[in-house]
C-alpha cells in the first residue's frame, strides 16, 4: 500500500518562499509510469493542479504558476518537494500530494493521496 505524507511549515510570509515535502512509503518514486503531484485546495474554491514529477524525472507545471513552481526530488529519501516562491495570501490553501499512475496520460486520475497541509500565508 502506497502512502504519501507532507510535510512543512503551516504559515508563511508574504514574498516567501513556500516549500513542501511529500514522503512516498510502499513505493518508488523512480518505478512504474507514474507523475507525483501537487495539488491544492484554497478556501472554498475547487482542487488546483500545480505541478508533477515523474519517475524518470521530467517535471511538468501549470501555466499559471510554472513561473513560480518548481518541484524536485531526492531518490535516496524517496521524497519530492514543491517549492512555490513569491507566495501572497492567495496562495492559502490545503496543499495535497498525490500519485498519478500515468496509465491514461497526465492528470486523468490520482490512486493515492496524501492527508493534505493547510498552509496560510500571512504576515
Known amino acids: 500500500q502506497v502512502q504519501l505524507q507532507e510535510s512543512g511549515p503551516g504559515l508563511v510570509k508574504p514574498s516567501q518562499t513556500l516549500s513542501l515535502t511529500c514522503t512516498v512509503s510502499g513505493g518508488s518514486i523512480i518505478t512504474n509510469y507514474a507523475y507525483w503531484s501537487w495539488i491544492r485546495q484554497p478556501p472554498g474554491k475547487g482542487l488546483e493542479w500545480m505541478g508533477a514529477i515523474r519517475y524518470i524525472g521530467s517535471t511538468y507545471y501549470s501555466p499559471s504558476l510554472e513561473s513560480r513552481t518548481s518541484i524536485f526530488r531526492d531518490t535516496s529519501k524517496n521524497h519530492f518537494t514543491l517549492q512555490l516562491s513569491s507566495v501572497t495570501p492567495e496562495d492559502t490553501a490545503v496543499y495535497y500530494c498525490?500519485?498519478?499512475?500515468?496509465?491514461?496520460?497526465?492528470?486523468?486520475?490520482?490512486?493515492?493521496w496524501g492527508q493534505g497541509t493547510q498552509v496560510t500565508v500571512s504576515s
Open positions: 498525490a500519485r498519478d499512475p500515468g496509465d491514461y496520460g497526465l492528470g486523468s486520475r490520482y490512486d493515492y
